[in-house]
């Protein structure tokens, strides 16, 4: 009986993390929540607040995954997969374009990345001395 709770999580949703509920939810919402930014969780956690409501976290989750197929999602694509679902319409497949789309490399999404030049180019107090 989560349900209520979850809007008073989206008010401060870095805290999440130390939940009961966090431990116990599907690892794939806890993959979505540790690649999401602070607006994105308090968006999703409001989402999640609305849709288990009427339903269980098993269709929340397949949603999620559909939305996943093509990277990180936002939290209203998860929200109209969830309704396609639920409403039965199915999913759509991909529009194929009359002309050639070039492959583009994936984007990496968050700052991890820095840390790897911190960690080669040393901690930044040394770089004020």
């Given at each position: 009986k989560w349900?209520?709770?979850?809007?008073?999580?989206?008010?401060?949703?870095?805290?999440?993390?130390?939940?009961?509920?966090y431990e116990k939810m599907p690892e794939e919402w806890k993959n979505y929540f540790s690649n999401c930014t602070v607006q994105e969780k308090?968006?999703?956690?409001?989402?999640l607040a609305v849709l288990l409501k009427e339903h269980d976290f098993e269709v929340s989750?397949?949603?999620?995954?559909?939305?996943?197929?093509?990277?990180?999602?936002?939290?209203?694509?998860?929200?109209?997969?969830?309704?396609?679902l639920i409403n039965g319409r199915g999913i759509r497949e991909p529009i194929q374009p009359k002309k050639h789309v070039p492959d583009m490399p994936e984007a990496i999404r968050g700052v991890r990345h820095?840390?790897?030049?911190?960690?080669s180019q040393g901690d930044v107090a040394s770089w004020n001395k």
């Amino acid at each position: 009986k989560w349900q209520p709770y979850l809007t008073l999580m989206a008010k401060r949703p870095n805290a999440l993390k130390y939940t009961d509920f966090y431990e116990k939810m599907p690892e794939e919402w806890k993959n979505y929540f540790s690649n999401c930014t602070v607006q994105e969780k308090k968006e999703a956690l409001q989402l999640l607040a609305v849709l288990l409501k009427e339903h269980d976290f098993e269709v929340s989750t397949q949603a999620l995954r559909i939305a996943s197929q093509y990277g990180h999602p936002k939290v209203e694509s998860i929200k109209q997969v969830f309704y396609q679902l639920i409403n039965g319409r199915g999913i759509r497949e991909p529009i194929q374009p009359k002309k050639h789309v070039p492959d583009m490399p994936e984007a990496i999404r968050g700052v991890r990345h820095y840390d790897r030049l911190f960690e080669s180019q040393g901690d930044v107090a040394s770089w004020n001395k």
